[in-house]
Every structure is written in structure tokens, then in C-alpha cells.
């Protein structure tokens, strides 16, 4: 039997993911992290993300990097991590199941970007997501 053949019982589940999983389920985060407007944010990740660039040896005037610090702090600010600011998160809703469903409800391939908080690299997945409605969908 190979490692993917076993069977776990719930308990053995419920240690494995204790043991080995975060308990946070949100990011760290400093209490002055939305301060700053993301404006502000963007021209300090510029001008941090143009001297990490300088001291790499890229040479800035080169038609290819020219603008990239601008182009990286926005990047930052207003996709990868726009998530972390509350006032982004998708609002989610729950209507009333009208028509009695009850069988399980399935949505597959999802797909998931994040980051490493740990090695601040991308992460690209794909989830699916089950359940049962109990009078609401």
C-alpha cells in the first residue's frame, strides 16, 4: 500500500491538519496596515522596488525595465495584493433554496491565486468546493 492509499480516520485527519496546518486563517498584518492610500503605497514600493533592481545590476534605462518599479508597485497594490485590504473582499450572499434542492452542490475548478507570505512567490491552484444546502444556497 502506498502513502496515497491510505485511509485516515476523522481523529487522524483532525491531528494531521493541527499538527501541520497554520491555525491563522488571515494574514498577518500590522495594525497601521491600511494607512497609508494605496497612492502612497505605490510610490514607496516604486522607489524600494527600483533600488532591489539597481542593487540586482538591471540597468534602468534599458527599454525593457524602463518604468518596470512603477509597473511592480502597481502590480502589488492593485492585484496580488489587493486581498489583504477588508474593504476588496467579495461580498458573499445566501438565498433562499425556492426550489428544495438538496442534493450536494459542486463547483470545480476554481481557480486560485495567492502568494507565499513566506517566500513571496506566487501560488497558483485549483480547488473545488461541495455542499449541502440546509435551506439556503
Known amino acids: 500500500?502506498?502513502?496515497h492509499d491510505q485511509k485516515y480516520s476523522t481523529e487522524e485527519l483532525?491531528?494531521?491538519f493541527d499538527n501541520h496546518m497554520g491555525s491563522a486563517i488571515d494574514t498577518?498584518?500590522?495594525s497601521d496596515a491600511?494607512?497609508?492610500s494605496d497612492e502612497e503605497k505605490i510610490t514607496q514600493i516604486a522607489s524600494k522596488f527600483e533600488d532591489i533592481m539597481t542593487i540586482l545590476g538591471l540597468d534602468l534605462n534599458d527599454d525593457s525595465l524602463r518604468g518596470t518599479p512603477l509597473r511592480v508597485a502597481k502590480m502589488y497594490v492593485s492585484e496580488a495584493f489587493a486581498?489583504?485590504?477588508p474593504k476588496n473582499k467579495p461580498e458573499m450572499k445566501l438565498f433562499d433554496n425556492k426550489y428544495q434542492y438538496r442534493d450536494m452542490l459542486i463547483e470545480k475548478n476554481i481557480t486560485v491565486h495567492s502568494h507565499c507570505e513566506h517566500h513571496f512567490v506566487p501560488i497558483i491552484g485549483t480547488c473545488?468546493?461541495?455542499y449541502v444546502p440546509n435551506?439556503?444556497?
Open 128 to 130: 473545488h468546493i461541495a
Open 135 to 137: 435551506g439556503q444556497v
Open 1 to 3: 500500500m502506498t502513502k
Open 34 to 36: 491600511f494607512d497609508l
Open 14 to 16: 483532525a491531528e494531521l
Open 83 to 85: 486581498g489583504l485590504n
Open 28 to 30: 498577518p498584518l500590522r
